[in-house]
C-alpha cells in the first residue's frame, strides 16, 4: 500500500547528529516531494525543509542555520534527514510527509513520526 | 517568511454546534496565474502524525466527512465544522504550500464543551 515509514527512535547526546530515513513505498518515489517537519513535546508543527525525490532540489528552513541536510537514495525509494550539532530543543517527533500535486501541493500521506531524544 | 496566524488557540463547542476556526497569511498566498490558494488544513489526534483534511483552501480530502468545509482566499481563511463531532477533538492547523518555507499556523485545540 501506498505509504512513508520512517526510521526508529532515537537518543542522541548534544553535540551529535542523527539521521533519520524515510522509505516510501506503493507509488513513484519520484514523482512528488517531501517535507521534513518536526513537533517538539506539547508544541505545534515547524517546518523544517522540503526535498523534489525527482531531481533533488532542496529548500531549508533558515531557523535550522545550517544544521540540517535533506538527501534522497532514488533507487531505494527513500529520503534522508540529517541534523547536526543537536542540543536539547531538538528533542521531537520528526515527520517525513509527501506531497499531493507533484512536487506542488499539499501533504496527504505523512510517516509515523520518528522520536528523536537529546539528552546527556 | 509568510508568517500563519490561526484564531483562536483553543476552542470549546458543544456537540452538534459549529466550531470555526480562523487562519490569516502574513502575505497573499493566492497563485494569481491559476487562482488557486496554497493553503491546506490538518487535524492531529495526540499520538498521531497530521492528517490532511482540506487542500487549495477549500478541497475537501477523500474521505473527510462532508461537516468539514474550507473558506477564503488571499491572507484570511476559515475551516468550519458544520456539526461537531466526538471524534473531531483534537488540534487543528493550517499550513502554506506557496512557497518555501511551508510554514504552519501555532494551532487551535478544539475541546468538546
Known amino acids: 500500500q501506498v505509504q512513508l515509514v520512517q526510521s526508529g527512535a532515537e537518543v542522541k547526546n548534544p553535540g551529535a547528529s542523527v539521521k533519520i530515513s524515510c522509505k516510501a513505498s506503493?507509488?513513484?518515489?519520484?514523482?512528488?516531494?517531501i517535507q521534513w517537519a518536526r513537533q517538539a513535546p506539547g508544541q505545534g508543527l515547524e517546518w523544517m525543509g522540503w526535498?523534489?525525490?525527482?531531481?533533488?532540489?532542496?529548500r531549508y528552513s533558515q531557523n535550522f542555520q545550517g544544521r540540517v541536510t535533506i538527501t534522497r537514495d532514488s533507487s531505494a525509494s527513500t529520503a534522508y534527514m540529517e541534523l547536526t550539532s543537536l542540543r536539547s530543543e531538538d528533542t521531537a517527533v520528526y515527520y517525513c510527509?509527501?506531497?499531493?500535486?507533484?512536487?506542488?501541493?499539499?501533504?496527504?500521506?505523512w510517516g509515523q513520526g520518528t522520536r528523536v531524544t537529546v539528552s546527556s | 517568511d509568510i508568517v500563519m496566524t490561526q484564531s483562536p488557540h483553543s476552542l470549546s463547542v458543544s456537540l452538534g454546534e459549529r466550531a470555526t476556526i480562523n487562519c490569516k497569511s502574513s502575505?497573499?498566498?493566492?497563485?494569481?496565474?491559476?487562482?488557486?490558494?496554497?493553503l491546506c488544513w490538518y487535524q492531529q489526534k495526540p499520538g498521531q502524525p497530521p492528517k490532511l483534511l482540506i487542500s487549495?483552501?477549500?478541497t475537501r480530502e477523500s474521505g473527510v466527512p462532508d461537516r468539514f468545509s474550507g473558506s477564503g482566499s488571499g491572507t484570511d481563511f476559515t475551516l468550519t465544522i458544520s456539526s461537531l463531532q466526538v471524534e473531531d477533538v483534537a488540534v487543528y492547523y493550517c499550513?502554506?504550500?506557496?512557497?518555501?518555507?511551508?510554514?504552519f499556523g501555532q494551532g487551535t485545540k478544539l475541546e468538546i464543551k
Open positions: 487549495w483552501a477549500s
Open positions: 502575505q497573499s498566498v493566492l497563485y494569481t496565474s491559476n487562482n488557486w490558494n496554497y
Open positions: 526535498i523534489n525525490a525527482g531531481n533533488g532540489n532542496t
Open positions: 506503493g507509488y513513484t518515489f519520484t514523482s512528488y516531494a
Open positions: 510527509a509527501r506531497d499531493n500535486n507533484g512536487g506542488n501541493g499539499a501533504y496527504n500521506l
Open positions: 499550513q502554506q504550500y506557496y512557497t518555501t518555507p511551508h510554514t
